[in-house]
């Protein structure tokens, strides 16, 4: 399964090095493709909640793609989620080829997020972080900005594209990941353990306070020993103007995200 991966996104995949946790873990179903006793894919699935399973980790050998290898592994993960009793599917990718797999297979984007980068810079106008009692307010603020139905109404990052509530602001501000401005009419979702870069998997808000909470993503990157942020937004973000405003820029070449969903029938 290592050779499989060691060629995906020029050996950046991250999943050889989640390989030994997924192996290890009861809660989800990890599966093999085979051809003449060779494996040629794999795949897995994992609930994120009681109703919704998470589709993630499909690859294919590079000798054996274009010959319906994906196609027919996802066919059995739908089979094997509804048959397991879950009613919805979710998934993210970073491959704009894979999409196409993805619509034909009955799955509506929920949301394609491209990158915005800046540079970090020193500042003590560090962003607010929020508690988790603030969640219930904070939620009913978001429900009501035009970025919440921009983002699909998920948080769309690689470990779960999970629906944005009350519930899983109130899990983030727990963990330390939730930032907000202006009495929290910005507000951002930070992601956990990121590589180079703080990174916000959601911006929402607008003007003033979205651009002190920008800045101070980049102040915080600063003291955190970051080169910068990394946000991702989706296309087009209602605030992108403010984006641009407080020095990001829109990325080329980055690793885009889209992410699908697709009922499953039982
Ligand atoms: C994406 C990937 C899983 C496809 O595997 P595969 O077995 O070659 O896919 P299939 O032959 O079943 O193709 C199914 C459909 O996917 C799309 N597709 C797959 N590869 C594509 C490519 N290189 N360019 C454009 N479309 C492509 C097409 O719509 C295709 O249907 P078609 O052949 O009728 O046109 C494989 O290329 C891979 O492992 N890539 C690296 C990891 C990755 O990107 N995983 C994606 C999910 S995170």
Known sequence: ?????????EGTDYLPHVLDRWLADPNATLEVAELDGVVVGFQRLRPITQRIVLYEGLR???EHRRRGVARAMLRH?????????FGEMRL?????????LFDAEGFHRLVHCQVWLAGRVEGVDLPRLVAADEAAALFARL???????????????WQDVSDLDEELLGRLAEEGLVRASGGGRALALLEPRPHNR??????AGSGAALQDLLMG??????????EGVRLFAPVPHPA?????EVGYHLADGQVQRYAYARELTG
């Open 1 to 9: 399964m290592l050779e499989i991966t060691a060629r995906v996104w």
């Open 60 to 62: 294919v050998a590079e």
């Open 77 to 85: 993960a739908l089979e094997e989620g509804s048959g397991q009793g």
């Open 92 to 100: 993210i990718t970073g491959n704009p080829a894979a999409c196409g």
């Open 143 to 157: 429900r009501a900005d035009p970025a919440y139905d921009a983002y699909g109404r998920v948080n769309a990052h």
């Open 198 to 203: 703080l990174a916000a998997s959601l911006v």
């Open 217 to 226: 993503l980049r102040f915080e990157a600063d003291s955190q020993g970051y």
């Open 240 to 244: 992108s103007d403010d984006f641009a």
